[in-house]
């Protein structure tokens, strides 16, 4: 090779190769802080943009859980509600069998009717109170009440399999005035007074028991209800975790550095680096000796 003054090829080779050193250490360096191989997109064009789109998914997944976990609370809430009106029915049911006896005089039997009337009573303002994040779930109709169907966003898209429908039936009316009437078979029965009444008197005690009866029933009927929709919704929180954890391990595999890897490149690198300002200092020497020529 020639021995020049105004070009230095050497030191060219040794610039270009000490920059790439540089970079591969620097890049090394970037991956190890930052526990990433992919950190912008020149590093894997296609990676990153995956990368991107399962990051999104996460996050709609978090969002699903969360969406499904409180339609469950929703569903507890509702449920513990039923459990308290079918155990104040169950005692109005004892002591109407009670007043059936026929063995009561008219004190007793007022005693019987004024319990009879605070459970019923109780009944009204547990279906009145009962609410979720401001929605009532026990008027049936009426300022607040649940009236169309709630759809449960517990998956990624607009699609029906994304969704769990929780049917307006499971929201009706659990109003002395309304279960009575609609559902022991006797539209009379539209008052707390009135079923108070039927409860306690004497040509008709015993008729209302199958009347409270079928209002026990058709609790028991929603509770079951209320069962599947609870039974749907934890299926849907399995679901979601599942897919969830399978996302997470794929975008680690796409995305995550290997430290190992990494540190092994990076020493690398910093050899490279150091043996190519080495040889560079070297080669800006080299148009030097040319003057012992002249």
Request: proline share 0%.
């Given at each position: 090779?020639?021995?020049?003054?105004?070009?230095?090829?050497?030191?060219?080779?040794?610039?270009?190769?000490?920059?790439?050193?540089?970079?591969?250490?620097?890049?090394?360096?970037?991956?190890?802080?930052?526990?990433?191989?992919?950190?912008?997109?020149?590093?894997?064009?296609?990676?990153?943009?995956?990368?991107?789109?399962?990051?999104?998914?996460?996050?709609?997944?978090?969002?699903?859980?969360?969406?499904?976990?409180?339609?469950?609370?929703?569903?507890?809430?509702?449920?513990?509600?039923?459990?308290?009106?079918?155990?104040?029915?169950?005692?109005?049911?004892?002591?109407?069998?009670?007043?059936?006896?026929g063995t009561y005089g008219s004190a007793s039997l007022s005693?019987?009717?004024?319990?009879?009337?605070?459970?019923?009573?109780?009944?009204?303002?547990?279906?009145?109170?009962?609410?979720?994040?401001?929605?009532?779930?026990?008027?049936?109709?009426?300022?607040?009440?649940?009236?169309?169907?709630?759809?449960?966003?517990?998956?990624?898209?607009?699609?029906?399999?994304?969704?769990?429908?929780?049917?307006?039936?499971?929201?009706?009316?659990?109003?002395?005035?309304?279960?009575?009437?609609?559902?022991?078979?006797?539209?009379?029965?539209?008052?707390?007074?009135?079923?108070?009444?039927?409860?306690?008197?004497?040509?008709?005690?015993?008729?209302?028991?199958?009347?409270?009866?079928?209002?026990?029933?058709?609790?028991?009927?929603?509770?079951?209800?209320?069962?599947?929709?609870?039974?749907?919704?934890?299926?849907?929180?399995?679901?979601?975790?599942?897919?969830?954890?399978?996302?997470?391990?794929?975008?680690?595999?796409?995305?995550?550095?290997?430290?190992?890897?990494?540190?092994?490149?990076?020493?690398?690198?910093?050899?490279?680096?150091?043996a190519a300002a080495t040889l560079l200092s070297t080669a800006?020497?080299?148009?030097?000796?040319?003057?012992?020529?002249?």
């Open positions: 090779m020639a021995l020049t003054i105004n070009t230095n090829i050497s030191s060219i080779v040794a610039q270009k190769n000490l920059a790439n050193a540089t970079g591969s250490l620097n890049k090394a360096i970037e991956r190890m802080t930052t526990g990433y191989k992919i950190n912008h997109a020149g590093d894997n064009a296609a990676g990153y943009s995956i990368a991107r789109n399962w990051e999104t998914q996460l996050g709609s997944l978090d969002v699903a859980a969360d969406n499904a976990a409180t339609g469950a609370d929703m569903m507890s809430t509702l449920e513990d509600h039923y459990s308290l009106i079918s155990s104040h029915l169950q005692r109005v049911r004892d002591l109407t069998e009670q007043a059936a006896n005693a019987i009717k004024s319990e009879i009337t605070a459970r019923l009573d109780e009944v009204d303002r547990i279906a009145k109170n009962c609410e979720f994040n401001g929605r009532k779930m026990m008027l049936g109709s009426g300022a607040g009440a649940i009236t169309s169907d709630i759809y449960l966003q517990v998956g990624l898209y607009s699609t029906e399999d994304s969704k769990i429908k929780l049917s307006s039936t499971l929201f009706s009316s659990a109003q002395i005035k309304d279960l009575f009437a609609t559902h022991s078979g006797d539209a009379s029965l539209n008052t707390v007074e009135k079923v108070a009444t039927a409860c306690t008197g004497s040509s008709t005690a015993a008729a209302t028991l199958d009347k409270i009866d079928n209002v026990i029933k058709e609790i028991s009927n929603r509770t079951t209800t209320l069962g599947a929709a609870q039974n749907r919704i934890e299926s849907a929180i399995e679901s979601i975790g599942v897919q969830s954890e399978n996302i997470t391990s794929s975008l680690s595999t796409l995305r995550d550095a290997d430290i190992s890897k990494e540190s092994s490149n990076y020493i690398q690198a910093q050899i490279l680096q150091q800006n020497q080299t148009p030097s000796i040319a003057l012992n020529l002249l």
